[in-house]
C-alpha cells in the first residue's frame, strides 16, 4: 500500500507495525510464559494505542480506498491479531508456516496431474509427513527409508511409532549435518 501511494498515513501504519516486531524480535528463543509476560509489559498499549489509531483513521480516510480496505480487515480480525497478548505460544505472523507451504504452492499446476483424488490426498499426506519430519529436526529421507523398511511387518495399532517425532537415532536434517 505504501509503496504504491507514498501514503503517509501508511508510512505511520508501517512504522506501528513495525514497534511490535522490535519488541517481538527480543523474545525470540524465549520460553513461553516469558513471552506472555513480556508481551503484557511491552505490547499490551502499544497494541491498543494502534487499535485506537486505526479507528480514528479510518474516519479520516475515504472508505473505498485500499488504506480503508487493510484498516478494515484488521479490525474485523483484532481478537486474532491480538492472541499474542493471550498465548506465549502464538507468533506474531505465520511466516514459518507460509516458507514450510511455499514449495507446494509453487509447484501446485505440477500436482494437478496426481491422476486421481486418492493420488492427490496420497501426495499431500507425503507432503505432510516430509515438513513433519523437517519441523521435528529429522532428515526426512532418513526417516522414510526408517520408515518404508518397517512399515510391512509394522502392526497397524503401532504406527504411531513410526511418526517422526517418535523415531530415535534418526540422522539430523541433512542442512544441520552439513553444518557441522
Request: charge should be positive; hydrophobic fraction near 45%; include cysteine.
Amino acid at each position: 500500500m505504501h509503496q504504491a501511494t507514498k501514503s503517509p498515513l501508511a508510512e505511520e501504519a508501517i512504522a506501528r507495525i513495525g514497534a511490535l516486531y522490535a519488541v517481538e524480535a527480543d523474545l525470540t528463543g524465549q520460553p513461553p510464559e516469558v513471552r506472555q509476560r513480556i508481551r503484557a509489559e511491552r505490547l499490551a498499549a502499544p497494541l491498543r494505542a494502534f487499535q485506537e489509531w486505526l479507528g480514528a483513521t479510518l474516519w479520516r480516510i475515504p472508505g473505498r480506498g485500499g488504506l480503508a480496505a487493510a484498516i478494515h480487515y484488521a479490525l474485523a480480525r483484532w481478537d486474532a491479531l491480538t492472541l499474542l497478548l493471550r498465548d506465549g505460544r502464538a507468533c506474531i505472523d505465520n511466516n514459518p508456516v507460509e516458507r514450510a507451504i511455499r514449495p507446494i504452492a509453487i509447484g501446485r499446476r505440477n500436482w494437478t496431474l496426481a491422476g486421481s483424488d486418492d493420488g492427490a490426498v496420497r501426495a499431500a499426506t507425503m507432503y505432510s509427513s516430509i515438513e513433519t519430519a523437517k519441523l521435528n529436526g529429522i532428515d526426512p529421507e532418513a526417516w522414510l527409508r526408517h520408515v518404508l523398511a518397517r512399515i510391512a511387518d509394522h502392526p497397524v495399532n503401532r504406527v504411531a511409532e513410526l511418526l517422526p517425532w517418535n523415531v530415535n537415532g534418526l540422522p539430523q536434517r541433512l542442512d544441520q549435518r552439513r553444518a557441522a
